[in-house]
Structure formats: C-alpha cells, structure tokens
C-alpha cells in the first residue's frame, strides 16, 4: 500500500531558483491537495484539485503553482524560491469532500531556501 | 470564515494519566470534525472522525463527542502511554462553507509528550 508518495523527502534551494515537488496517489480519489506545515501554525492550503485538469487556489497561494494532468499526480512548482517558503509541504488526497471523507497524507518534503 | 482553536503545548503527561486536548471551532456550514496525529518525521494520520452532532469518534483508546452546543470536540485518552508522544491536530471539513473542496482547516497542533 503506497497511498501518497512524496518525493524529495529533503531539498536545499538558493533563493531564486525553482524546483518541482512531485506528489503521487495510488488510491483512485479524484481529489488532492497540497499543504504547508510552518512551526506552530498548523496547515495550510496552498492549492488543491477536485480531478484531472481542474485546480484552485487554496488560502496562501502566491509564488506556487500547480498542474493536474493525470488522476494520479499533483505536482507542486516553485517559480522563484524566496526564504519564507522554507517550510514542510504536505501532499494529500481523498475520495471525495463531503461525509466526512478523510484525507491521507504523505510524509512531506522538507524544504530550505537559503 | 471557519477556524480552529486547540489547546497550545507541550502537554507534558505521566505514563497512564488521563488526558485531555481541547478544541473548539467555528464554521459557516455543517462541519465533519477530525482529529490527526503526526509522529515526529512524518505526515499526519486520522485517528478518529465524526460527522454530525453527539457522534462520538474513537480508535486506539481515544474518543472524541461532537458537541454542537459547545462547538467543540475534544479529544480524550484514560490511560496514555509513552507511543503517545506525537503532535496533535483538530480540524473540520465544511462542505457548506462556499463551495469546491476547499481542503481541511486544521488548528495550530499540539505537542504531546509523554514520560515514562
């Protein structure tokens, strides 16, 4: 059982450069989401996609974006990294939103811009 | 628009002492509440859920009551051990809340540590 597969686990990045941050389900759910974990401020949305070719904006995202072109995978882009997106980036995907459909989570990857 | 309020931290607990982690919300809609777990180096993990009001969510000798009246759903274990010690986050899904799946508002976390 793979479920949310996250890959890099661990990334250092000069500010101004940009990378991808490549997110993988195994499960069939139409829906997916990408997170930032910040210490002591919980989760937040960046941006999430309710199927293939569909994506929006969640509550903090600006200097990201996103694609969904398979059911599968949700890659996250950083264009222009800048120091306040050292962070750790949660993927996660569910079946549906309503009824109290959980969402699973991968383990995250944990990113520097020095 | 909705929000989380959870208890901060560290809680520091004895091994098999009762535990409590409160948490209150607000929502413009009709909320499903969770709570989810992270242990140090990974992602976080559903522990329990509830749907509607009076539903009582519970996995591994923790509980949880939607309480609508209170808006509230705290968390609760009689007897923790040591593996207890992780990170613990309240959070609700408000499907009514503008529409589109707008993801899981979570509250801030709260770190659990337990002594042996």
């Known amino acids: 059982n793979a479920g949310v597969t996250q890959t890099p686990k661990f990334r250092i990045l000069k500010i101004g450069q940009s990378m991808t941050l490549q997110c993988t389900q195994d499960m069939n759910h139409n829906y997916m989401y990408w997170y930032r974990q910040d210490p002591g401020m919980g989760l937040k949305l960046i941006y999430y996609?309710?199927?293939?070719?569909?994506?929006d904006k969640g509550e903090v995202p600006n200097g990201y974006n996103v694609s969904r072109s398979t059911t599968e995978d949700f890659p996250l882009r950083l264009e222009l990294a800048a120091p306040s997106q050292t962070s750790v980036y949660f993927c996660a995907s569910s079946y549906g939103q309503g009824g109290g459909q959980p969402q699973h989570f991968g383990d995250g990857t944990r990113l520097s811009i020095l | 628009g909705d929000s989380v309020t959870q208890m901060e931290g560290p809680v520091t607990l004895s091994e098999e002492a009762f535990l409590t982690i409160n948490c209150t919300y607000t929502a413009t809609g009709y909320p499903s509440l969770f709570w989810y777990v992270q242990y140090p180096g990974e992602g976080l993990q559903l522990l329990l859920k509830?749907?509607?009001?009076?539903d009582k969510g519970s996995n591994k000798g923790f509980e949880a009551t939607y309480r609508k009246e209170t808006t509230s759903f705290h968390l609760e274990k009689g007897s923790v051990q040591v593996s207890d010690s992780a990170v613990y986050f309240c959070?609700?899904?408000?499907?009514?809340?503008?529409?589109?799946?707008?993801?899981?508002?979570f509250g801030k976390g709260t770190h659990l540590i337990i002594q042996p």
């Open positions: 959070a609700l899904s408000d499907e009514y809340s503008g529409g589109g799946a707008d993801g899981l508002t």
């Open positions: 996609s309710v199927g293939a070719g569909i994506t």
């Open positions: 509830a749907t509607k009001a009076d």
